[in-house]
Every structure is written in structure tokens, then in C-alpha cells.
């Protein structure tokens, strides 16, 4: 009887302990509020839509600068003047040339715009305001860069930023590594919470929740995808994550979605969580898990983030330790002094067509197929025309918990099957997976400056004979232009999903086989507007062409054209009406705000350029005309 007991007891413990990180157990109270009514909660049952832009620098309804030192003070110090991470490098009250040296020099080296409370890593989604190597003559403006950032270090901080945001009529931004790439960081004029330093970890031998029992791990929102390899090492389980890479696991990637190259083995970011703790709109703390929250808690995996509230923190679940092996393919026609006849072209094709049937074997087996036809060498699949006659493709080939032995055989009748139509096929044996691992610990990233747009690819279009032929012109005559295509085969069904499931992942990754994106390597920077949007029509019209092959199917919220055409349906699917519902309920006030998420089809950015970028106002639709005509009486 005292065996059974001690071991009740610790099954109890093990799944209720470190109920809330540190962190979280700071609340805002009454008591802190005070007379500062600008920090007071919110009330969901009165609220009613904002209406009109949001205020902005320089207008009579922004707080005063006794207001921002009085929160300032609230939040213990933590809010922080935004300075664009490159004005070091300009003329002006910022010039550092010590620091500009290293960012010039050395970024590739540290972790600085990672750890950097205003960078974004996409730059003309702001606005590209303020770039690191200035033209001559060329000024750094605050553009979409935040005006200010809270440094968020504790639930209370958040709450307090998210009140007196809303309570003051504020363009809010959350912003955890900056990693977004179409704008979803940015905002002119705002106050962005900052989640970066939420990086607290527990791992829990036994957890329970719903029907729920097993492994699992609390993770902190800022906990950056290398950060975790070292806690599954410690504790020996695997946790799914974007990879060895410096995307913050936990927030942005899981809430749109998430995959890895344990997709097909463990489903998407989205599937792992069981508990989430989330500060909503009118400023509450709540846990939203199987039982409770439910709204929120289906939302919050898959349905986007920056839109239904600020996550702190998660319970997700742990694997047994998993390992992931990858076996490198590449091949080419022309290059160097050879130049690619007609019929080296066609065998480069039949390649092509070779490796997408092969993809099928692959997730079959659980496995991802990341390939791209590129224009610079790269692992991860990269398919691209160097130029007319030149075209280069690679590709990993990666199985879980197999053999070396096992995935050499696997992969080898696919490269002779490439050989032998004449390519000439450089093969990397089986070794760890690149992608899976702590890789360079944080170190490297920089800003750049990319557009592109995305497909999930059916099943279907792999398996059908006539549907596939079609597919495969589609993508040759999008890499044919010039494009740089890039593939991930996964099948992250619901069945490999598991429990809790009945989450807000977009329905499409449940049919696809491949995940596609591609990319548009044009300099953006400089480009004139008509110039730009030119570009855009060129890339839309090669991804329509991908679209008239996949009719019904979807595209991926956190790697997506910030112009896709039907992007409720596209990024959501079935679940946006009800998604839609939600975010009306839990943030009537539509407060969370960023392109392209649910709910955001109410408001626009009115920028000087017309350019679909985040440096301008934020204003309701309907009100922009008056925004756009203050803007020119202002000018």
C-alpha cells in the first residue's frame, strides 16, 4: 500500500508541478494599476470595435511623455526606445562606429540581431528604412520599425503593455525573434512586446491532461529551436522544433502551423501542444488546454499568431529520442565551360520528375525530402536555372531512427535510377541530419530581403498520372523563369498528429505531400513602386500556375505571399469562419493586429508609396481615405 501511494503521489506531482514558470505568477493587480487607468483590464462584454487609424507619433491623441515614463515605470524600466538596428551606421545622435563595424564585419559571427529588441530579419516588409550600408546621401528613417519595445520579462509586463495599447488606442506588435517575414513584426508607430527572453524550460515525466498521459516539457515562448537540442540531450527525448535554427519554437511557428523533418513522424509544431498559458486582448492571464479555453486553445495551435493573444509559455509534448538521418543528392546540366544542350535539359527534367515520385517512399516511410533547384549552393532541396542553359538541383533525404545502413539502401535506387538516365549525380552518404541539431547555438543571422510564395501540394498531384505531368510543368515553367524553387515533402496527416488534435491547422496540411515555396531573389531594395509591384505580377502569375494544378489545396501561413489571393481560404481553409467567430469574441477590440492574419481584412496600412508594407498608418478599412488626406495636409 505505501508503494502504491508513493507512487501516486508522484505521478500527481510529476504532472502538476511547475504549474507556472516564475515568470508567470507576476500578475497585475488592482493594486498596481492605481490611478493609472491607462494599464486597467479591458471588459469583452462592453468593448466595442475601435474605430478610425490608430494613433501615431505626432498626433494630439498620442501619450504624452509623462504618460511613457509613468509606464516605464509600471513595467520596472523595461520599455525601450526603438533605434533601427543599422542607425549605428548613419549621421545622427545613434552613430556608433565601433558598432557599426560589427554589424558590418561581424554579424555573421555573433548573435546580435537575434538578440536585438527592434531587427526584423525581412526588410522591405518595414519598409527597408534603414539599411546597413547606406548609399551616399541616403538617411535612416524609424520607417516600420516599433517606437517603442517593452522588453516583456514577466506576464504582468505584458499585461500592462496589452492595456495600455488598447486603452490608448495603439498599433501593437508582438515580436519574439523577428523571424516573420512578410511584415507580421513591424508597424509604424507602434508599441511591440518583445517575448525574446520567456526562455524558462521543465521537463515533466509524467503529465496529464485530458485523455492525455506521458511525456512532456514546459517551454518558454523565447526559447530559440537550437536552444532546445540541449534540453532533449539532457532529458533524453525529443521535442519537435523548426530545427537547429535561431526561429523561436514556440511562438510564431507553432501558432502558424510549424513544420519539421519530424512531420511525418510526429505531425506539425501545432500537434505538440497539450497546455498553453496566453495573456488575451482585454488583458487576462488564462490557461487554455483540452478543458478549459477551448476556443482559445484550438485556435492558438495552427490558427496564426499576433491574433488572439500573447503566448508566455506552453506545455507540449516529448518523444522517445529521435534521430534523424539525411542522405545529400545533387546534380546539374551546364555550368563552368559546358554548355547544356537540349537534350542534357530534358535528362535534368526527367531527374526531376525521378525525385518527386520518389518523395512518395519517403513519407511513406515517415521521412522528409527537402529539395530545391538553387542558385547557390545549399543543403535543403533548391532547384534553379543559373542561367538558360544551366540548372542545379539538390536535395536531403531524411529518415528517422534508421540505420545508416538502412537509409544508404533506401536512397540508392534512386540515385541509379538518376544515373542511369545519364545525370551525373554527386551522393553524400547517410549522416546526421544538418537541419536537426543545435547548429551554429544562435550565431549568424541577418537581415535580408526576399519575397516568395508557397504551396501545399495534394497527395494527388504526385499520384495521378495526368494530374502529375501537369504538376511537374507547372513547377519547370516557374524555375524556367528564373525563380528558385524549393520542396519539402511531409505528411503531416491527423492520424500522425495524434491527440489533443481538432486544432486550427490549416486543413490542407493534412491532404499535402509537398510543401513548395518559391522564391523571387530580385533586389527589392531600391526597386521604384511600379517596379515592384511588376515583380509581384511576374511571381503571382507563375504561382497561379501552381494554383491551377492544386485547385482547393492551401498555402503556408508562416512562409506565404503577403499578396495570396483568397488567403482565408488559402492559409485556413474550413476553419476560418470559425476562427473569424473567435477572434470577434476574444478581441472585439481588434487589437491584435498583423497582415494577412484572421480578422485583419478590416484594416489596412495606408503608406505614402502605396507599397504593401508595414511603414504607415494602421487605420480601420474605410477610414484610410481620411488617414491619406491628414497625411497630405500634414506633408
Not at 507512487?7 to 493609472?36: C, P, Q
Not at 488572439?308 to 509559455?313: K, P, R
Not at 539502401?409 to 538516365?421: H, K, N, T
Not at 476574444?586 to 496600412?605: H, I, K, M, N, Q
Request: hydrophobic share 40%; charged share 15%.
Amino acid at each position: 500500500m505505501r508503494s502504491l501511494l508513493v507512487s501516486t503521489l508522484f505521478t500527481v506531482f510529476a504532472s502538476v508541478k511547475g504549474a507556472n514558470f516564475a515568470y508567470e505568477n507576476e500578475l497585475l493587480t488592482s493594486a498596481d494599476i492605481g490611478n493609472f487607468s491607462a494599464i486597467a483590464f479591458g471588459n469583452v462584454s462592453t468593448a466595442a470595435p475601435l474605430e478610425g487609424c490608430r494613433v501615431s507619433p505626432g498626433t494630439a491623441e498620442w501619450p504624452l511623455e509623462q504618460e511613457w515614463s509613468q509606464l516605464n515605470s509600471s513595467l520596472g524600466g523595461a520599455l525601450i526606445k526603438a533605434v533601427p538596428p543599422a542607425a549605428v551606421c548613419y549621421d545622427g545622435p545613434a552613430r556608433d562606429e565601433a558598432a557599426c563595424n560589427i554589424l558590418l564585419f561581424n554579424a555573421t559571427f555573433n548573435n546580435y540581431y537575434i538578440n536585438n529588441p527592434v531587427n526584423v530579419f525581412s526588410e522591405w516588409p518595414e519598409g527597408d528604412t534603414c539599411h546597413l550600408r547606406p548609399a551616399s546621401g541616403e538617411s535612416c528613417i524609424q520607417g516600420g520599425f516599433p517606437t517603442y519595445v517593452v522588453n516583456a520579462t514577466t506576464v504582468k509586463q505584458i499585461q500592462m503593455a496589452v492595456n495600455f495599447a488598447r486603452n490608448k488606442n495603439l498599433r501593437l506588435v508582438i515580436k519574439n525573434t523577428g523571424h516573420d517575414l512578410i511584415g507580421r513584426s513591424a508597424g509604424a508607430g507602434s508599441l511591440s512586446i518583445w517575448t525574446h527572453w520567456l526562455k524558462d524550460f521543465e521537463f515533466v515525466p509524467e503529465y496529464s491532461v485530458g485523455e492525455y498521459k506521458g511525456m512532456a516539457a514546459r517551454v518558454g515562448t523565447g526559447i530559440e529551436s537550437w536552444e532546445m537540442f540541449g534540453h532533449m540531450s539532457d532529458h533524453n527525448m525529443t521535442a519537435v522544433v523548426a530545427g537547429g535554427y535561431t526561429v523561436g519554437a514556440y511562438g510564431g511557428w507553432i501558432q502558424g502551423g510549424g513544420h519539421s523533418a519530424l512531420a511525418s513522424k510526429y505531425g506539425l509544431g501545432a500537434d505538440q501542444a497539450l497546455s498553453i498559458q496566453v495573456v488575451t486582448a482585454d488583458g487576462s492571464f488564462v490557461t487554455a488546454d483540452p478543458t478549459q479555453n477551448t476556443d482559445l486553445f484550438f485556435a492558438l495551435r495552427g490558427g496564426g499568431g499576433s491574433t488572439f493573444g500573447i503566448v508566455t509559455s506552453l506545455v507540449v509534448k516529448a518523444h522517445p529520442a529521435t534521430t534523424v538521418l539525411s542522405a545529400t543528392i545533387a546534380y546539374s546540366v551546364g555550368g563552368g565551360f559546358n554548355v547544356s544542350v537540349p537534350g542534357d535539359i530534358e535528362k535534368f527534367w526527367t531527374g526531376f520528375d525521378l525525385y518527386h515520385e520518389f518523395g512518395n517512399k519517403v513519407v511513406d516511410n515517415q521521412g522528409t525530402a527537402c529539395m530545391s533547384i538553387f542558385t547557390y549552393p545549399s543543403h535543403y532541396s533548391y532547384v534553379s536555372r543559373l542561367t538558360n542553359t544551366t540548372f542545379s538541383f539538390t536535395t536531403d533525404i531524411e529518415l528517422p531512427d534508421v540505420s545508416e545502413e538502412f537509409l544508404d539502401e533506401f536512397v540508392r535506387p534512386l540515385v541509379d535510377d538518376l544515373e542511369a538516365v545519364g545525370l551525373n549525380v554527386t551522393y553524400d552518404p547517410p549522416s546526421p541530419a544538418g537541419n536537426w541539431g543545435p547548429g551554429a547555438a544562435g550565431r549568424g543571422d541577418t537581415p535580408g530581403s526576399t519575397r516568395f510564395g508557397s504551396r501545399l501540394f495534394p497527395r494527388e498531384n504526385f499520384v495521378d498520372p495526368e494530374l502529375f505531368a501537369a504538376t511537374q510543368l507547372a513547377l519547370r515553367r516557374s524555375i524556367e523563369e528564373g525563380y528558385t524553387f524549393h520542396g519539402i515533402h511531409m505528411v503531416p496527416t491527423e492520424e500522425v498528429a495524434g491527440y489533443p488534435g481538432n486544432n486550427a491547422a490549416n486543413p490542407a496540411f493534412r491532404k499535402t505531400t509537398m510543401h513548395a515555396d518559391l522564391f523571387d531573389f530580385t533586389q527589392q531594395r531600391g526597386l521604384t513602386p511600379m517596379a515592384f509591384t511588376q515583380a509581384h505580377d511576374k511571381l503571382a502569375a507563375a504561382m497561379d500556375r501552381w494554383r491551377a494544378v492544386s485547385p482547393g489545396a492551401g498555402a503556408y501561413f508562416n512562409e506565404a505571399d503577403l499578396e495570396e489571393p483568397d488567403w482565408q481560404q488559402a492559409f485556413f481553409g474550413t476553419n476560418y469562419p470559425r476562427l473569424l467567430s473567435i477572434k470577434q469574441e476574444r478581441d472585439p477590440w481588434g487589437l491584435f493586429y498583423a497582415p494577412v492574419t484572421v480578422g485583419s481584412e478590416e484594416w489596412t496600412v495606408v503608406t505614402e508609396d502605396g507599397l504593401p508594407t508595414q511603414n504607415g498608418r494602421l487605420c480601420r478599412v474605410g477610414a484610410e481615405g481620411q488617414a491619406k488626406r491628414r497625411a497630405g495636409a500634414a506633408a
